[in-house]
């Protein structure tokens, strides 16, 4: 975690921007990291062929089996 309200007072003001900077590039990485995932997700769910009808897809499977 990061300082508390009376703890960041105490901080000296070169302190208080260099915390700000850390949390500020912690929070875009992070939210970065996480857009990325949430994207990856999406484009895989979207690209990824899914039947339409699984018993249909079934029975289909079984007659190819079927023939050999």
């Known amino acids: ?3 508390s309200q009376s703890q960041f007072r105490l901080l000296s ?5 260099v ?12 939210g970065s990291l996480l857009a990325l995932l949430v994207f990856a997700a999406i ?4 690209l990824t062929a899914a039947p339409s009808n ?4 079934t029975v289909h499977t079984a007659a190819i089996s079927a023939r050999k």
Do not use: C, T
């Not at 484009?43 to 979207?46: L, V």
């Not at 699984?54 to 897809?57: F, K, S, T, Y």
């Open 1 to 3: 975690m990061g300082p």
């Open 13 to 17: 003001p070169e302190d208080r921007i």
């Open 19 to 30: 915390y700000k900077q850390w949390l500020r590039g912690g929070l875009l990485f992070y």
């Open 43 to 46: 484009a895989n769910h979207s």
């Open 54 to 57: 699984v018993a249909g897809d």
